[in-house]
């Protein structure tokens, strides 16, 4: 018995000491699987950043353009930070809310510069920021959505087209636009850069427990609903940011930390001095403002889409927006809706896309999808379960969802998934709830006219 005890004890004790060792070891923090080229992350990059500047109302002012350079480039330094052409601008917003392209050019609103409590949680999203461009999450992201052509198009000779590589990515639905896939994050990609963060501030002589104070902070804040942010929505809480971070300071050894300005301050003053700011005329007019429900609801009978493995019918108030069959909204001009950020939602319209089976089981790729869906777009739920039915004589499952419509009050998503060789072909009809009536007919006959297959 005694021996027994000894010997248990002795595991114990071992099993202890390993914990402790794997815990002194700084964890390895590197980019994952990527179909781009860092290349194209930069190519990339520069060209959202080019419409950014197009779209939003960046801020020229030169006393904050200096300083936020001054601050973003100390950081940008840092070995992590891995050497892309970084570039930081102020975009006037009170939203709190910041965000970096992939490749390096990042931009951070007004409002985000008044919440800051000091310098170094500004440093903090900037460093946390840098992170995800450093990681190529945005990248990772989309080379893991499983879009059937993204490989070919960013291999192949495609590239350099009309449009450069940002027109071809919006035929696949990448864009900035609604969730989009290049700027909302797992919770694994925030402790990523929560941790490469850390250590980018430590460099740059910014105590990286204010990042963890800041986030928190705005967590707190959001859910009292007293801070106008979708930071915390592309920026999901991976729960303990505080614990994680200074776990990691103590690996790299407390210091005294000394790289802020002094300016932070004064910088505030000049931020909440600025003249109100419109975004860009050309924007304003190219915008989806959304219409009455009337104009958006089909109407005026059916015309033909046709691509390359697929053929529907479509209400001919609609317009077709982008060609590829990997990814295709049909929608009414008045059912576009365009949001804080660039992002648009579609209120009236159908949502068309193709993804490579992830289980080589179309009930399971069905329930994935549903989840994906659901986690993408806030407030969505599911109201049904999957009704198995038949489109274009293949095997296929009706998902009823709502979510919120832009024009107020619920929205229903119909999911109709097909399956098809290696995949399936998915759609989703949005409709307004109380307007379903006017839409029943149009979706039934569009699901029935889908022909899917060369
Ligand atoms: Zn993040």
Redesign the pocket.
Known sequence: MTHTRITRFIFLGLLVAATAFSQSKAKKVKPGFNLFSKEQDVQMGAEYAAQVEREMPVVDNAELNKWIRTVGEKLAKAPEADKYPYSFKVVYDPSINAFALPGGPTFTHTGLILAADNEAQLAGVLA??I??VALR?GTNQASKAQLLQLPAMLGGQMLGGKGGLTGMLAQLGIGLGANSLLLK?SRN??TD??ILGSRIMHQAGYNPIEMARFFEKLEAESGKGNWITNMMS???NPGNRQKRIQQEIQLMGAKQYSGETGDFKRIQQVAKALPKMEKPKGATAAAAQGGTVEQARPQGGFKNFQTQGLQMQYPSNWEVFGQNTANVTIAPRAGLFQQQGGQTAIGYGVVINQVKSQSGDFAKDTQALIQQLSQGNQGMRVSGNPREQRVDNKRAYLTMLTSPSPWGGNEVDWLVTVEMQGGMTYFVFIAPENDLNNARGAFDQMIQSVRIGQ
């Open positions: 946390h920021e992170s995800h999450h994050f990609a925030e850069a929560d592309s920026h999901p």
